[in-house]
T-cell receptor
Framework: GQQVMQIPQYQHVQEGEDFTTYCNSSTTLSNIQWYKQRPGGHPVFLIQLVKSGEVKKQKRLTFQFGEAKKNSSLHITATQTTDVGTYFCAGEQGSSNTGKLIFGQGTTLQVKP | GAVVSQHPSRVICKSGTSVKIECRSLDFQATTMFWYRQFPKQSLMLMATSNEGSKATYEQGVEKDKFLINHASLTLSTLTVTSAHPEDSSFYIC???????????FGQGTRLTVV
């Protein structure tokens, strides 16, 4: 079945440093979504990427979708303590938008003030 | 944004009993809802797709007789963990999508502890 791999599993950074998490799917995705989950909370939608090679920015966050639509990355510039949490990528397989998401393992970010 | 409400947020039950978890879309209709399970410090594992008015679709390895799903209306899906055992203890979370968006809106999750 479809698998979505995400690395690294954990990342500890000093406040102000950059952070990147990578996501790779075994199959082509119709779209990829990114979510953030704070400790004890539920996943919150960040963004969706649909087009091959798409790049989207949200303030200090930059999201990329690979040309083959099988990989993606999230880059945070100059991390802040509010960025702490687990970041999940989630892919939707194939060409149809069914809403059925397969989640990566998540990357837990810790930021030292 | 759209709101999905999940209840209860926490539940402790005895082994052998059943527990029902509700997932409601408060301001939109959801023909499809999804149920996930999340173990501590792990990812969300899709358990099943809940379809309004029809049988749920279960992922491989998920026992449909143990995890009963009912999606009786366009705003409510329920997950019943039957004959619960300690290994069923986990964080269960539902999601739904509005027709106008492919974004998934998650409920707050239910932390189930079976003692």
């Amino acid at each position: 079945g479809q698998q979505v791999m995400q690395i690294p599993q954990y990342q500890h950074v000093q406040e102000g440093e950059d952070f990147t998490t990578y996501c790779n799917s075994s199959t082509t995705l119709s779209n990829i979504q990114w979510y953030k989950q704070r400790p004890g909370g539920h996943p919150v939608f960040l963004i969706q990427l649909v087009k091959s090679g798409e790049v989207k920015k949200q303030k200090r966050l930059t999201f990329q979708f690979g040309e083959a639509k099988k990989n993606s990355s999230l880059h945070i510039t100059a991390t802040q303590t509010t960025d702490v949490g687990t970041y999940f990528c989630a892919g939707e397989q194939g060409s149809s938008n069914t809403g059925k998401l397969i989640f990566g393992q998540g990357t837990t970010l810790q930021v030292k003030p | 944004g759209a709101v999905v409400s999940q209840h209860p947020s926490r539940v402790i039950c005895k082994s052998g009993t059943s527990v029902k978890i509700e997932c409601r879309s408060l301001d939109f209709q959801a023909t499809t809802m999804f149920w996930y399970r999340q173990f501590p410090k792990q990812s969300l594992m899709l358990m099943a797709t809940s379809n309004e008015g029809s049988k749920a679709t279960y992922e491989q390895g998920v026992e449909k007789d143990k995890f009963l799903i009912n999606h009786a209306s366009l705003t409510l899906s329920t997950l019943t963990v039957t004959s619960a055992h300690p290994e069923d203890s986990s964080f269960y979370i539902c999601s739904a999508g509005a027709h106008s968006s492919t974004e998934a809106f998650f409920g707050q999750g239910t932390r189930l502890t079976v003692v």
